[in-house]
């Protein structure tokens, strides 16, 4: 890839520096080799034995479909029943892996568990990365996507875990390249979201500052559907159980391992920060992001790919639930700024600090610290300089070929582009 083929009307486009590429490379052949290596030595996906702790997350989508399929979709919210199907496929284990999930997922649990377990984790991990691979393609716009998709650490966290990160990035992304050009797939993507509501807490203000309406509207019935269509299927009390046990997801679920948590709130926490702390800590930084996406997507003098770009970091921000498979979704913004680099010459810095919040994701495993939320909000200080050089804030870049920055207004490429 030191040469990319591109059409004659994308060559003015920066290349990533050879360094760049080749680390790239190495990511991307850890992030290919570590799971084979785990399945060869026989403890992953399921437990080398009964006793062991290192569960993959999988197994609670697939003992939760089995619960739906045999008619007992309400006993999912219930975490010990969960956790006694759980251990009967893979082995006593210590916590819990609960189902924090609303109903309209279910679907997607029932139809996974009519494949054997180890089927339905390989299908699940791979279908979903499709997803990924095709929204960080469409982002950056062109063969470059599949470089970072590949190679972002956090994909590695997503794949032995088998859980939903590639998911949650692909509908993030997928709908923010879409909003220019086809806002109502657009809004159907993040309708799809409503399966995670809490990543999509700042979609609806942005969305209405941008003036966003149709994909608003379509989102809406999208979401509306899903829950009338789950309430049929399942019943009405699958609903009220899942109301009911959010509480239990944020007290249970989360007091295991503060390190695990990657939002302030996990960080106030591992420090050993009060609860009341922690939660002023969140809201606060929820509602700075809040406000600057408001006044982001407002103006008329942001382009559309930092709108974008801070849009995906300040979803990642606003959430207090974030664990290491869901810093996949970093990728989104990432991708913006080397969309917005290679077309309008990278700022100083800039692919430095972008491999500085890799390097974080990379060395969790390490630390088991919340190392991703600075990785955040790194991404977040660079998608901000970009955005104060659209507002003509003076900010040094490196020289290049004189580009028109207009350029980066042109409508977002689909994802088949």
């Known amino acids: 890839m030191a040469a990319y083929e591109m059409s004659p009307a994308r060559r003015a486009r920066t290349k990533l520096p050879h360094p760049v590429e080749l ?30 702790a290192s569960v993959a997350d999988f197994v609670t989508l697939w003992a939760a479909g089995r619960e739906t399929l045999f008619g007992h979709a309400v006993a999912v919210y219930d975490w010990p029943t969960l956790k006694a199907v759980e251990e009967s496929i893979a082995g006593p284990f210590g916590g819990y892996l609960g189902w924090p999930y609303p109903p309209t997922f279910l679907s997607v649990a ?25 929204a960080i393609r469409g982002v950056v716009g062109d063969r470059v996507g599949y470089l970072v998709a590949l190679a972002f650490p956090a994909a590695l966290a997503n794949v032995m875990a088998g859980q939903n990160g590639f998911l949650s990035a692909g509908l993030i992304g997928g709908a923010l390249t879409l909003l220019e050009s086809r806002p109502l797939s657009a809004g159907v993507l993040i309708g799809l979201l409503t399966y995670k509501p809490h990543l999509g807490l700042l979609l609806p203000i942005a969305l209405a500052a941008g003036g966003r309406w149709r994909s608003l509207a379509a989102a809406a019935i999208v979401a509306v559907l899903m829950m009338a269509a789950s309430a049929a299927a399942f019943g009405i009390e699958t609903w009220r159980a899942f109301f009911l046990g959010i509480g239990q997801a944020l007290t249970r679920d989360w007091s295991a391992d503060w390190g695990k948590l990657q939002s302030v709130l996990g960080l106030v926490r591992a420090l050993g ?24 997507w407002r103006s008329r003098r942001t382009l559309y790919p930092i ?35 290679r077309t309008d010459g990278f700022c100083r810095h800039e692919l430095t600090g972008i491999g500085l919040a890799c390097l974080l994701i990379l060395i969790y495993p390490l630390v088991q610290a919340p190392v991703g939320f600075i990785a955040v909000l790194i991404v977040a200080a660079l998608v901000a300089r970009r955005a104060m050089i659209g507002f003509d804030f003076r900010v040094e870049r490196f020289p290049r070929k004189a580009t028109a920055a207009s350029r980066l207004n042109d409508q977002a490429p689909s994802l088949g582009s």
């Open 23 to 52: 680390i790239g490379f190495a990511l991307i052949v850890v992030n290919v080799v570590a799971p084979f290596a785990f399945y060869a030595q026989g403890d992953w996906p399921a437990p080398a034995a009964a006793g062991t």
């Open 110 to 134: 029932a139809a996974l568990s009519l494949l054997p377990f180890t089927s339905a984790f390989a299908f699940w991990v791979l279908g979903t990365f499709m997803i990924y691979l095709a």
């Open 273 to 296: 920060g009060g609860e009341a702390l922690a939660w002023i800590a969140q809201i606060t930084v929820a509602l700075i992001a809040a406000g600057a996406i408001g006044v982001l």
């Open 307 to 341: 709108k974008a770009g801070a849009l995906g970091v300040g979803m990642l921000l606003a959430t207090p639930h974030l664990y290491p498979y869901d810093m996949v979704i970093l990728a989104v913004p990432i991708a913006f700024l080397l969309r917005i680099g």
